[in-house]
T-cell receptor
């Protein structure tokens, strides 16, 4: 158990819908990272927040957005969902630009 | 374009064998290289390497970075079935005041009893 929690565990929704994934980092960690892992593309870095501010941006689509709240939990919002958005979404946390500890992931299925 | 390439893609060995996994990279503004083990679900952190030539060890696992030749290796000695997993290599690079992480596609290791 890494200490990072993610909810929900599984999510099934339809195309065109919007979902919110939630992540609580390990106690004391200020950085939160979001990743997408699909079978054909491997692990893709989406975005990082540090103490409430966006710190790094990877291959995140415009339909996706994220934020980190004052209590350091983070949410990843995915809108206008497409079939290709079906994937495992991981959140990770760290104390700074160093080793990241991953949560168990949210499996999203878009039908 | 930033690139992280892992080899081999897949590896099957018997318990007790030693394996070497490779990770080569081409990125600008390199900051660190990280190794992760992914079993059924979330990756778990193994090592972070920032300096060339300094070996990091944890039990039967060790790793080293060569910043001149732009690669890292992960060694696992006396493999056990519990080592079966996908091993991911990632490079952290600095970009315009922020940081980015580029992951390789991983090496799938299967250890047979």
């Amino acid at each position: 158990d890494s200490g990072v929690t993610q909810t929900p565990k599984h999510l099934i929704t339809a195309t065109g819908q919007r979902v919110t994934l939630r992540c609580s980092p390990r106690s004391g960690d200020l950085s939160v990272y979001w990743y997408q892992q699909s079978l054909d593309q491997g692990l893709q870095f989406l975005i990082q927040y540090y103490n409430g501010e966006e710190r790094a941006k990877g291959n995140i689509l415009e339909r996706f957005s994220a934020q980190q709240f004052p209590d350091l939990h983070s949410e990843l919002n995915l809108s206008s969902l497409e079939l290709g958005d079906s994937a495992l979404y991981f959140c990770a946390s760290s104390k700074g630009p160093s080793a990241q500890y991953f949560g168990p992931g949210t499996r999203l299925l878009v039908l | 374009e930033d690139k992280v390439v892992q080899s081999p893609l897949s590896l099957v060995v018997h318990e007790g064998d030693t394996v070497t996994l490779n990770c080569s990279y081409e990125v600008t503004n390199f900051r660190s290289l990280l190794w992760y083990k992914q079993e059924k679900k979330a990756p778990t952190f193994l090592f972070m390497l920032t300096s060339s030539g300094i070996e990091k060890k944890s039990g039967r696992l060790s790793s080293i970075l060569d910043k001149k030749e732009l690669f890292s290796i992960l060694n696992i000695t006396a493999t056990q079935t519990g080592d079966s997993a996908i091993y991911l290599c990632a490079v952290e690079r600095k970009a315009s005041g922020t940081y980015k992480y580029i992951f390789g596609t991983g090496t799938r290791l299967k250890v047979l009893a």
